[in-house]
């Protein structure tokens, strides 16, 4: 510490300013772009998180009839204990689809799932899961382009579960 005190001292004022400056300007940078940045991520990464567990549990409460209904009209599928309404729309936004699901909702036959603007890609790994894991196959399924390459909108059907 001493030697670098020295050198600072034996610089002429207008070298000690320039230094004292970049110092102070060295510090601000790394205060926010090392912890004010980060932190003001972390905090809208969970106000974001908050306000997604609000809308879910709002429209849990709003759809909480309809969904124990459906829940005694079919066999619970793939030893998950869901029924296939909350199966398809859980399995859904696992899938990264949350954002592509506009409906799912439950009819004499089975779950029907309306997709906008969904990757084509991940609904049909989407798709598979529910087959393979889950035991529900697609009794019908309407698939139209978006517009926008590999994006879709989709109509699907799935049938009660296989046991």
């Known amino acids: 510490m001493n030697k670098l005190r020295a050198w600072y001292a034996s610089l002429q004022k207008r070298e000690q300013r320039v230094v004292a400056v970049g110092a102070v300007a060295l510090a601000l940078i790394i205060l926010v772009g090392g912890i004010l940045l980060p932190l003001q991520s972390a905090v809208s990464n969970a106000l974001k998180s908050g306000e997604t567990k609000r809308e879910d549990l709002a429209w849990m409460r709003a759809n909480a009839p309809e969904i124990r209904a459906a829940g005694n009209q079919f066999p619970t599928?793939?030893?998950a204990g869901e029924p296939p309404v909350v199966l398809v729309d859980r399995v859904g936004r696992e899938?990264?689809?949350?954002s592509a699901l506009r409906g799912t909702q439950p009819n004499a036959t089975g779950v029907r799932v309306q997709l906008e603007a969904a990757p084509f890609d991940m609904m049909v790994g989407w798709l598979d899961t529910l087959d393979r894991r889950y035991g529900l196959a697609i009794?019908?399924?309407t698939i139209d382009r978006n517009g926008a390459p590999g994006m879709v909108n989709a109509s699907i059907t799935f049938s009660q579960p296989r046991r």
């Open 95 to 98: 899938a990264g689809l949350a």
């Open 77 to 79: 599928s793939g030893g």
């Open 139 to 141: 009794e019908s399924i």
